[in-house]
C-alpha cells in the first residue's frame, strides 16, 4: 500500500533530487523514498532513538503497532506487557489511597 503525501522541499534539495534521479534513471519518488528508508534505518539502529520510542508508546503518543515497526515483534511485545502491569499497579496504588 502506499499513500499520497504532499510536503514542501527547499529549492536546492529538489535540484539535487532531480539530478540524482536523471542520473540514476529513477523517478524523483522513488529517489525521496530511498532516502528517507535509509533515514529511518540509521534512526532505528540507535538506542536512544529506540528508548524514545517506547516512552511514546508508554505515554499513549504512538501505537503498538508503530512501536512493533521500529524495535520488532518480541520486544514490543515485552513493552506491552510492562506497561500493563504499569496500569494495574497505578489502578491499584489510586484503589488503595482512595480507602
Do not use: C, W
Request: aromatic share 6%; charged share 35%.
Amino acid at each position: 500500500m502506499t499513500t499520497r503525501v504532499n510536503f514542501r522541499l527547499p529549492d536546492e534539495l529538489l535540484d539535487k533530487a532531480d539530478v540524482a534521479a536523471a542520473a540514476t534513471h529513477k523517478n524523483r519518488t522513488e529517489i525521496v523514498v530511498a532516502a528517507l528508508q535509509e533515514y529511518l534505518d540509521e534512526m532505528e539502529d540507535q538506542e536512544t532513538f529506540k528508548e524514545t520510542v517506547v516512552d511514546l508508546y508508554l505515554d499513549g503518543e504512538i501505537g503498538f503497532d508503530s512501536l512493533k515497526e521500529v524495535i520488532g515483534r518480541q520486544d514490543a511485545e515485552s513493552v506491552r506487557a510492562s506497561k500493563t502491569l504499569l496500569d494495574q499497579g497505578d489502578e491499584m496504588a489510586d484503589d488503595l489511597a482512595q480507602l
